[in-house]
């Protein structure tokens, strides 16, 4: 069966620090790929998607950027945390030609 | 471009009553339609969806939902709440006829089911 793992779950940044959130996805091939950000327990923000290695979009333009090093790792990144990142980070991940999503656990990133 | 609202907020229920989530979407093309639950702190669960066919889905933990082209809504049920039922549901829509990858997901609404 397919897993989905996201770490860490919790992390506490001071701002202007570096970020890297790791996503990996097992029992599958070639997944579509999903960063999501919520904040105050509401409503979801697409932030990127993936649908091959190395293929990247981006929704929203911020200071995130996001990597596929491999075909079920995801990688958001951040060089200089702001305030305003905090919040809880969702991967998630869908088979090819599967419409819904499946998604990790979650990372609570507080920026301090 | 699409978009997804849940009126409430939040939804108050007594444990053993029916319960509603109401949804309603807007796409330029074919609606592709899926109901999520989330606990606190935990990520979404996927209950249910809608992509063609008949227009009544069920769902995970005994949900269902009805699709309704006219009212374009996406309502999801169950006949009897449980205590357990009580956390955020999100619903969401992507467009089928565009062929993207992205789904637009409701604010959510607090479910709380009374004992």
């Known amino acids: 069966s397919q897993t989905i793992h996201q770490w860490p779950a919790t992390l506490v940044q001071p701002v202007g620090s570096p970020l890297s959130l790791e996503c990996t996805v097992e029992g599958t091939s070639n997944p579509n790929l999903y960063w999501y950000r919520q904040a105050a327990g509401r409503g979801l923000q697409l932030l990127f998607y993936?649908?091959?290695?190395?293929?990247i979009s981006s929704e929203v333009p911020q200071n995130l950027s996001a990597s596929r090093p491999q075909d079920r790792q995801f990688i958001l990144s951040s060089k200089k945390l702001l305030l305003s990142d905090s919040g809880f980070y969702l991967c998630?991940?869908?088979?090819?030609?599967?419409?819904?999503?499946?998604f990790g656990p979650g990372t609570r990133l507080t920026v301090t | 471009a699409q978009s997804v609202a849940q009126p409430e907020d939040q939804v108050n229920v007594a444990e053993g009553n029916p319960l509603t989530v109401k949804c309603t979407y807007s796409v330029s093309g074919n609606p592709y339609l899926f109901w999520y639950v989330q606990y606190p702190n935990r990520g979404l669960q996927f209950l249910l969806k809608?992509?063609?066919?008949?227009?009544l889905v069920k769902g995970s933990y005994g949900f269902e939902a009805e699709f309704n082209k006219s009212q374009t809504s996406f309502h999801l049920k169950k006949p009897s709440a449980l205590v357990s039922d009580s956390a955020l549901y999100f619903c969401?829509?992507?467009?089928?006829?565009?062929?993207?990858?992205?789904?637009?997901f409701g604010a959510g609404t607090r479910l709380f089911v009374k004992a």
């Open positions: 993936s649908v091959g290695i190395g293929q």
């Open positions: 969401a829509v992507r467009d089928g006829g565009t062929g993207g990858f992205k789904t637009i």
């Open positions: 998630a991940w869908s088979p090819p030609q599967v419409y819904e999503q499946y």
């Open positions: 809608y992509i063609t066919g008949d227009n």
